[in-house]
């Protein structure tokens, strides 16, 4: 990877990042209404999430370019964290400051926007010994971790960090559910796609940890793969499901923002499958698993073009145009990860 191609690759995810903030702070002077409050604030929240995927695009290229060193390996982590941190506590103020509908709903989502940024910056430490990967390639299978791979007790404890914060982002999203009210069903629903995102970044995590202690086997080629699928399934399912239930339209933003977290489940697909596929193996593909991440992000800015023109009909649909756009960014922010992967992994 040369000098240029790695300084663009790092600036991908701080840009969409700075999309996402400006959008979102460009929506919250266009009013003072829930809908703008709400849509607003993921969209700044949502810059978290972009700042997780920097501290892994970073860590992975500075290996890649051989200027990597103990600092960084502190540095970048701590980064993402304290980003995702700062997230979930802003969210948890959010809710705090009232019962009205705006801050039940805002202040969730950004509760398990910060969990996501939390289960990224975690990809970001399983991949700081991520040249190992490629190294493992030409061991043999059972040659056992190599020298300098991480613990099994750490890798086990990078596994369940996503882990903890899917099923913790279910739990609250269980107490919201049973309020039984218009926002605490609008805010459980989206947490409920949030933490399948958290879900489906187990499966990275576990990815790497597993080869980077050269302990992946064949069958995990499959079993990780379709445990995203099923993450991004359910999400659009669920989404779909939310659209066609009923009349109110409550249903409209959590139906749509359902589906686009189903497409960010499928960006992140990409990046699980490369991994399987380049495996020990030589992919002559893999250089195309990128194209996966920029449909995605197609998708949702297509979709959210859509929703707007419909949100002149039918004021329902403004918040899920918004943050359509901001789950967009995300998505082509995934789409530098995988390239990045592609670049240090494949045999192609």
């Known amino acids: 990877m040369n000098r240029s191609i ?134 043999p299978p059972d040659s056992g971790p190599p020298d300098g791979a991480y613990s099994r007790r750490v890798g086990a404890v990078l596994v369940a960090v996503p882990v903890v914060l899917a099923v913790t982002g279910l739990v609250i999203a269980a107490t919201l559910y049973a309020r039984g009210d218009t926002p605490g069903l609008v805010a459980a629903h989206v947490l409920t796609g949030l933490s399948l995102i958290c879900a489906a970044l187990v499966a990275l995590v576990a990815s790497i940890v597993r080869q980077v202690r050269n302990e992946f086997g064949d069958a995990e080629r499959f079993r990780w793969t379709w445990w995203v699928v099923a993450m991004g399934t359910i999400n659009v399912g669920v989404g779909v499901g939310v659209l066609v239930a009923s009349d109110d339209p409550a249903r409209l933003a959590p139906g749509t923002v359902l589906i686009g977290l189903g497409l960010v489940c499928f960006s992140i697909l990409s990046k699980v499958v490369l991994l399987a596929l380049v495996w020990r193996r030589r992919f002559p593909l893999a250089n195309r698993i990128p194209i996966i ?56």
């Open 6 to 139: 790695s300084i663009l690759f790092r600036a991908i995810p701080l840009v969409m990042g700075l999309v996402c903030l400006m959008f979102g702070l460009d929506i919250l002077s266009g009013g003072d209404d829930a809908a703008h409050f709400v849509a607003g604030h993921v969209n700044i929240a949502l810059t978290a999430i972009c700042i997780a995927l920097f501290t892994t695009a970073a860590t992975i290229i500075r290996q890649l370019v051989d200027r990597y060193g103990e600092v960084w390996e502190i540095v970048l982590p701590a980064l993402g964290y304290a980003v995702a941190a700062g997230t979930v506590v802003w969210g948890a103020t959010i809710t705090l400051e009232g019962d009205e509908p705006q801050h039940v709903v805002a202040g969730h989502v950004l509760i398990g926007i910060g969990f996501i940024a939390a289960c990224v910056s975690t990809v970001a430490v399983a991949s700081t010994k991520f040249v190992l990967i490629a190294a493992n390639g030409a061991r």
């Open 293 to 348: 991440p920029v449909g995605t992000a197609l998708t949702c800015l297509f979709l959210a073009a859509f929703l707007f023109e419909a949100t002149t009909r039918q004021p329902g649909f403004f918040v899920g145009a918004h943050v359509l756009v901001g789950l967009g960014a995300v998505c082509f922010t995934l789409f530098s990860i995988v390239s990045i992967l592609e670049a240090g992994t494949s045999k192609s």
